[in-house]
């Protein structure tokens, strides 16, 4: 609940929901757990990531290019994530997008930082992202 003004503003169960499931995903990912950090990802084969180095689809594949490309051994070599909601709207009773941008930081003090948009979908398993673009 966010009072702005004079006007309160509630957010939807769905966005408290989402903001759970990438806390979730976040605490993954900082404690070294590729599989935590992609617990929030749905493993329909048609799940995709837009990245750089272009589209990857599945869960599998995702979870290949994060290892290869990140140390989750190693904090310093991984980094330590936070993504800070910028923006979240229903696309619907099972579908929504969010809007972040997550930041990567690491102990010699620099930063990697940019806009994720993510498409979930509500399954029974709780909300999951099906499509995402990072830059």
Wanted: avoid cysteine; hydrophobic fraction near 45%.
């Amino acid at each position: 609940m966010l009072l702005l003004g004079l006007f309160l503003v509630v957010a939807e169960p769905a966005q408290v929901e989402i903001d759970a499931a990438m806390a979730q995903s976040v605490a993954g990912w900082n404690a070294g757990d590729v599989d935590r950090f992609m617990a929030v990802y749905a493993d329909d084969a048609r799940t995709s990531f837009v990245a750089g180095e272009g589209l990857i689809h599945g869960k599998p594949a995702m979870i290949a290019r994060y290892r290869a490309k990140y140390d989750f051994a190693d904090p310093a070599k991984r980094g330590t994530l936070t993504i800070d909601r910028l923006d979240y709207r229903s696309l619907g009773p099972d579908y929504a997008l969010y809007i972040g941008r997550y930041t990567l930081r690491y102990p010699d003090g620099h930063s990697a930082s940019g806009p994720t948009s993510l498409v979930l979908h509500h399954e029974a398993g709780g909300w999951k992202i099906i499509a995402e673009h990072s830059s």
